[in-house]
T-cell receptor
């Protein structure tokens, strides 16, 4: 089955800095890659996603890049703010079967004011 | 608001007991997923249903069972509870296609004493 590795497990930045979270996946058949943000004690929420026919996608301060050849994708957050502090999960899904996303173990992002 | 409703929000029970967690998916979503999240842990996939049928099983214990009813709501039954079952249990729903994101409920926090 699919395996998703996520790094780093913890990321500490100063407000205004950029943050990058990286994920690798094992199955080249995976073609959908969502990112979820989970604030403390709350539910995971989709913040951005990318499909395998796209190399990059941006939404305001958030961007995701995908390298299908290397089988890795990354989340970039620019001009970080304290409210960006949360756990971020990447995931990968492949066609066929039950379409269950395989999640990374999460990155705890801490933005210091 | 994700549109996914989970009840109850909190549940405190004793070891050896049985509880039922309930989930109503987003309107129009046919697929329901159950996840377990222990303290500082990632999202552990338990089971998925699609339009009333079990579609995939993850790391679900034999003491746990679930079902999806004709109105598409789902219940997760946890029996012979142990201290280690204390966790946040999330239900998520999606349309069930490969590139459809999961929409998570607010979770049920289960405490076993």
């Amino acid at each position: 089955g699919e395996n998703v590795e996520q790094h780093p497990s913890t990321l500490s930045v100063q407000e205004g800095d950029s943050a990058v979270i990286k994920c690798t996946y094992s199955d080249s058949a995976s073609n959908y890659f969502p990112w979820y943000k989970q604030e403390l004690g709350k539910r995971p929420q989709l913040i951005i996603d990318i499909r395998s026919n796209v190399g990059e996608k941006k939404d305001q301060r958030i961007a995701v890049t995908l390298n299908k050849t290397a089988k890795h994708f990354s989340l970039h957050i620019t001009e970080t703010q304290p409210e960006d502090s949360a756990v971020y999960f990447c995931a990968a899904s492949m066609p066929g079967g039950s379409y269950i996303p395989t999640f990374g173990r999460g990155t705890s992002l801490i933005v210091h004011p | 608001d994700s549109g996914v409703t989970q009840t109850p929000k909190h549940l405190i029970t004793a070891t050896g007991q049985r509880v039922t967690l309930r989930c109503s998916p987003r309107s129009g979503d046919l697929s329901v997923y159950w996840y377990q999240q222990s303290l500082d842990q990632g999202l552990q996939f338990l089971i998925q249903y699609y339009n009333g049928e079990e579609r995939a099983k993850g790391n679900i214990l034999e003491r746990f069972s679930a079902q999806q009813f004709p109105d598409l709501h789902s219940e997760l039954n946890l029996s012979s509870l142990e201290l280690g079952d204390s966790a946040l249990y999330f239900c998520a729903s999606s349309s069930g296609t490969v590139d459809s994101p999961l929409h998570f409920g607010n979770g049920t926090r289960l405490t076993v004493t």
